[in-house]
């Protein structure tokens, strides 16, 4: 069983819309982090919340953790063809190496 | 400032032949590696992770093993690849002071078993 589930799985949207992705647990996490990754490329960081309600923002793209820090979602406005790629959250269930959860991942594309 | 590399890129290799994909860090010590597969654009799948050298942990039962012969350098190994290893490899790092431990990814090794 996926321990976080994203959603929706494909999104095809028209330049200038907005979008919303969403990251769902039913676990608690100490921290949340959102990648974005661009075909035959590596995941790259985008943002990490850690606290429950936290709102963070990078230009275009706003972030939230769920008040009980079970869920995300990345809000994108005015979407552009560079936002075109899969978005992956990662929910980190406390300290060690290998408690970092990966999401099943959101494909966007945004048509010019 | 740290950096990754992976190599090679690109492998097509025939079922049963021997793989290796190395990955070296730079810029920084002692990180926690990782090697994870990624299957058609989805959501990625742990392999191993070393948090020392020498120190090797497994997630998934597998045909494929890792060593951790120096700080910072991490190899992913098969004696004989099967069909089902086929996928796109990506390593990582992330730092043992950072409580949030963010990953930072290589370019990715992209495995085409025939």
């Known amino acids: 069983t996926q321990l976080l589930e994203q959603s929706p799985q494909f999104l095809s949207i028209q330049e200038g819309e907005n979008l919303t992705v969403y990251c769902n647990s039913s676990?608690?996490?100490?921290?949340l982090q959102w990648y974005r990754q661009e075909p035959g490329e590596g995941p790259v960081l985008l943002v990490t919340?850690?606290?429950?309600?936290e709102v963070k923002k990078l230009k275009r793209l706003t972030f939230q953790f769920g008040d009980a820090r079970k869920d995300s979602s990345l809000h994108i406005t005015a979407a552009q063809p560079g936002d075109t790629g899969l978005y992956l959250c990662?929910?980190?269930?406390?300290?060690?190496?290998?408690?970092?959860?990966f999401g099943t991942g959101t494909r966007l594309t945004v048509i010019p | 400032s740290q950096t990754i590399h992976q190599w090679p890129a690109t492998l097509v290799q025939p079922v049963g032949s021997p793989l290796s994909l190395e990955c070296t860090v730079e810029?920084?010590?002692?990180?926690?590696l990782y090697w994870y597969r990624q299957a058609a654009g989805r959501g990625l799948q742990l392999l191993f992770y070393?948090?020392?050298?020498?120190?090797i942990s497994s997630e998934v039962p597998q045909n494929l093993s890792a060593s951790r012969p120096q700080d910072r350098q991490f190899i992913l190994s098969s004696k004989k690849l099967l069909l089902s290893d086929s996928g796109f490899y990506l390593c990582?790092?992330?730092?043992?002071?950072?409580?949030?431990?963010?990953?930072?990814f290589g370019e990715g090794s992209r495995l085409t078993v025939l």
């Open positions: 990582a790092w992330s730092t043992v002071a950072i409580n949030t431990g963010e990953l930072f």
């Open positions: 919340v850690v606290t429950g309600g």
């Open positions: 990662a929910g980190r269930l406390g300290a060690g190496a290998n408690n970092l959860f």
């Open positions: 070393s948090v020392g050298i020498g120190q």
């Open positions: 810029g920084t010590s002692n990180p926690n």
């Open positions: 676990s608690v996490f100490s921290s």
